[in-house]
């Protein structure tokens, strides 16, 4: 191989409805444009900085997001300070829209966090644990999750992120509020994922009175 692998942070996101017809291409782009947005801020919320990351990769209707080991910025934020900011955001522009315009303008997303050796060449990222991330994001679970789900977001999270980090509830993670439901087969190895689904009801009063941080 001309590529040494690196270890990254793995972070993918995926926008439910992206194929309906409702959403033309002005809307899909301004949609896309509220995603990177809303991605952007709720890194930095957690202290990620671009300078953190490795370029955006851009996969129509998703982001994957790549974060270099860094001693300030661990794992930990992507849980306890990133999704609750993203989870903040869409709510409150959600809610800003009218039900008319809910068909093809509100924004749900599928989340993955994941960490592993990654590679890349010119043609951009590979290796098989972005391979587990797909998978795991892409889950037919996952999927079904967000449907039933009131709220904007479904977490899922691979077993090395919650056997490191969910379990040890470091930062105020809740182990109980992650549920083992997925489990996927790559490179001849079954992976297992743990999703989270926020309580939407307590997030939406907390919007309603302007508590979430």
């Not at 801020?41 to 997001?65: K, M, N, Q, T």
């Not at 904007?152 to 090395?160: G, H, K, Q, R």
């Not at 980090?165 to 549920?179: K, L, N, P, T």
Request: aromatic content about 8%; hydrophobic content about 40%; glycine content about 6%.
């Amino acid at each position: 191989m001309n590529s040494l692998p690196v270890h990254r942070s793995i972070l993918a996101v995926d926008l439910e409805g992206s194929t309906s017809a409702l959403r033309t291409n002005p809307i899909k782009e301004q949609l896309r444009n509220r995603v990177y947005q809303y991605l952007i801020d709720a890194l930095a919320y957690a202290g990620i900085e671009s300078r953190h990351c490795d370029p955006f990769e851009d996969r129509g209707d998703g982001v994957l997001i790549l974060v270099h080991p860094a001693d300030d910025i661990p794992k930990t934020y992507l849980l306890s300070r990133f999704f609750p900011e993203l989870s903040r955001l869409l709510i409150n522009y959600n809610v800003s829209l009218t039900p008319a315009e809910w068909p093809c303008r509100r924004l749900r997303l599928r989340v993955v966090v994941h960490a592993g050796e990654v590679h890349r060449d010119d043609n951009g990222y590979f290796g098989e644990e972005l391979d587990v991330a797909c998978r795991l994001l892409d889950a037919p679970r996952v999927k079904r999750r967000l449907l039933e789900a009131a709220g904007p977001l479904v977490l899922v999270v691979s077993e090395d992120i919650f056997w490191g980090i969910v379990r040890h509830e470091y930062d105020g993670i809740r182990a109980d509020a992650f549920q083992l439901e997925v489990r996927v087969r790559v490179a001849g190895r079954r992976r297992q994922g743990w999703i989270h689904v926020p309580d939407d009801v307590l997030m939406l009063l907390a919007v309603d009175t302007g508590e979430v941080a």
